[in-house]
């Protein structure tokens, strides 16, 4: 156990609907990582918050947004999904901002359908 | 686009074997680290080697970094079964803090 986690686990959804992700960190890390995997794109950053504040955006598509809010959990929402949108969605998080032994969740499956 | 590309995509190979696996990286790192996944699971970290250190080791795990050349190896002796999993590495350069390459599919066979 990562100490990181993620609910929901699974997620059903229709194209053109909105859904939200979360993530409460590990106690005491400070940093949240978004991450997107899927087959064709691999690992895919997307976005990292740094005790409440963006850090780092990455692949992030106008469609995502996320938060991170003062008890350090976060939130990842993604909106108008299409079916290319199907992914494993992963948060990570670590102590300092830099990512030095990043812990992660065991994912968020969306398939959108 | 990635910053690390780990090669090779797949390597087969037998219980008791050795595995390596590469990782080259565009930008200059303060860090490298590689992580383990196992299917559809979340990733864990593995080991972390700075860039003043060439080499590191960790149990089984053998980890090189060539800062010259922009690369890193990880070896994994004696290998297990249970060793069977996709094996990335992650840099801290380019626009996240934490980038990771597509990773090497590892399967160890009995």
């Known amino acids: 156990d990562s100490g990181v986690t993620q609910t929901p686990k699974h997620l059903i959804t229709a194209t053109g609907q909105r859904v939200t992700l979360r993530c409460s960190p590990r106690?005491?890390?400070?940093?949240v990582y978004w991450y997107q995997q899927s087959l064709d794109q691999g690992l895919q950053f997307l976005i990292q918050y740094y005790n409440g504040e963006e850090r780092a955006k990455g692949n992030i598509l106008e469609r995502f947004s996320a938060q991170q809010f003062p008890d350090l959990h976060s939130e990842l929402n993604l909106s108008s999904l299409e079916l290319g949108d199907s992914a494993l969605y992963f948060c990570?998080?670590?102590?300092?901002?830099?990512?030095?032994?990043?812990?992660f969740g065991q994912g968020t499956r969306l398939t959108v359908v | 686009s990635q910053q690390g590309e780990e090669d090779p995509q797949a390597l087969s190979i037998q219980e008791g074997e050795n595995a390596t696996m590469n990782c080259s990286y565009k930008?200059?790192?303060?860090?490298l680290q590689w992580y383990r996944q196992n299917s559809g699971r979340g990733l864990v970290h593995l080991i972390l080697i700075r860039s003043n250190e060439r080499e590191k080791h960790s149990g089984r795990l053998r980890v090189t970094l060539d800062t010259s050349k922009k690369s890193s190896s990880l070896l994994i002796t004696a290998s297990r079964a249970a060793d069977t999993a996709s094996y990335f590495c992650?840099?801290?350069?380019?626009?996240?803090?934490?980038?990771f390459g597509k990773g090497t599919m590892l399967l160890v066979s009995p």
């Open positions: 930008t200059s790192i303060n860090n």
């Open positions: 990570a998080s670590s102590a300092d901002v830099q990512g030095i032994e990043a812990f």
């Open positions: 992650a840099t801290d350069a380019g626009y996240s803090t934490l980038t």
């Open positions: 106690s005491g890390d400070l940093s």
